[in-house]
């Protein structure tokens, strides 16, 4: 697998399934609910199955051979919730 990619965030935890949709994982909140629920997120090498896990900075997210890392920034992109 590849270096993952910065997403940053705005405050000092996310929740997972709130992430995935920051990281263009999935298509919308509905959409994450299955799939971690399937077992196919992991959280730092590990499989997650809690959507409302709480991400913060240096966590590394992986699903469907793709990784994400959790960073603090102020550029990211605003979530709804």
């Known amino acids: 697998?590849?270096?993952?990619?910065?997403?940053?965030?705005?405050?000092?935890?996310i929740r997972l399934g709130?992430?995935?949709?920051?990281?263009?994982?999935?298509?919308?909140?509905?959409?994450a609910k299955p799939v971690i629920?399937?077992?196919?997120?992991?959280?730092?090498?590990?499989?997650?199955?809690?959507?409302?896990?709480?991400l913060r900075e240096g966590d590394v997210v992986e699903l469907g051979g793709q990784a994400t890392r959790v960073t603090k920034g102020e550029g990211e992109i605003d979530v709804p919730w």
């Open 37 to 54: 629920a399937a077992g196919e997120v992991r959280v730092n090498g590990e499989t997650e199955l809690r959507r409302g896990r709480q």
């Open 1 to 13: 697998m590849s270096e993952p990619t910065d997403v940053p965030i705005r405050d000092d935890s």
């Open 18 to 31: 709130q992430f995935l949709k920051l990281a263009n994982l999935v298509e919308s909140g509905a959409e």
